[in-house]
């Protein structure tokens, strides 16, 4: 079911359609399924390495292999290898990175939001739309569950850009493993870099998107405002960027 929410571009009136069970909470016959699915991308040095989209209800876990703790209702999602790094020097840190990763972060997501709990030794820093403050490093503290991103928040901000009330909001989560983050390094430097989106969210976003872009979206030559920390990820990292490695490369743990 839909709703048409009104949005003003240069002094005309549109109708975008917009999910209602979406919109207003959540409606409770939708499938359970459709929030519990996450979309995760690896990027190694700004380049995408690995993708994956995860099924099970229950969650799931990123680390490097199986291993005795894993719940079996889990489902267990492997770090890309680092053989699929180009640079040596890079690979020999990647993979010094990796010694510390081994038990990984826990995932849940569900009609609220994605839960993260950390596991591993080595450290791990994020960025959502949940996160306190945008101008410093946001660590997650081992064995600690934490909300990364919360779906209504997103929503209600999803809205507000349709009523020009904002700009366009962030739908993804980025962990960054053994660096901190955010900080003022490009995350094309960064070793490590996951992304994380609800699959039910990134389907929404890309109708929003298929609007923007339609016969009754934005007209040629007006920008779409997007959240700065979704613009300076979709211009530092993709499949076609180089990698960029610093010698001077530092990991904490």
Not at 44 to 65: A, F, H, M, N
Request: with cysteine; proline share 6%; charged share 25%.
């Amino acid at each position: 079911m839909y709703i048409l929410l009104r949005r003003k571009i240069n002094n005309n009136f549109f109708l975008f359609p917009i999910a209602l069970s979406l919109v207003t909470g959540f409606a409770a016959y939708e499938p359970l399924l459709v929030y519990s699915q996450l979309v995760i991308n690896f990027y190694y040095g700004g380049k995408l390495v690995g993708s994956t989209t995860t099924s099970r209800p229950e969650g799931c876990r990123i680390s490097l292999g199986e291993a005795p703790y894993c719940l079996d209702s889990l489902e267990h999602v492997q770090f890309p290898s680092a053989e699929l790094i180009p640079n040596e020097r890079q690979r020999q840190i990647t993979r010094k990175l990796f010694g510390h990763l081994e038990r990984g972060v826990l995932l849940h997501c569900n009609k609220q939001g994605i839960f993260i709990k950390r596991l591993s030794q080595g450290r791990v820093f994020w960025s959502g739309n949940t996160m306190a403050c945008k101008e410093k490093p946001n660590k997650l503290d081992r064995d600690e569950v934490v909300k990364i991103f919360d779906t209504n928040y997103f929503l209600r901000e999803l809205h507000q850009y349709y009523n020009n009330q904002g700009r366009f909001p962030n739908s993804k989560v980025i962990l960054c493993f053994g660096e901190e983050f955010p900080d003022a390094v490009p995350l094309r430097c960064k070793l490590i870099l996951v992304e994380i989106e609800q699959l039910s969210i990134r389907q929404l976003v890309e109708e929003a998107r298929k609007n923007e872009t339609g016969p009754m979206g934005h007209p040629a030559g007006e920008e779409v405002h997007y959240d700065p920390m979704y613009r300076n990820f979709q211009d530092s990292c993709g499949p076609h960027q180089r990698p960029i490695f610093r010698e001077n490369q530092q990991i904490t743990v």
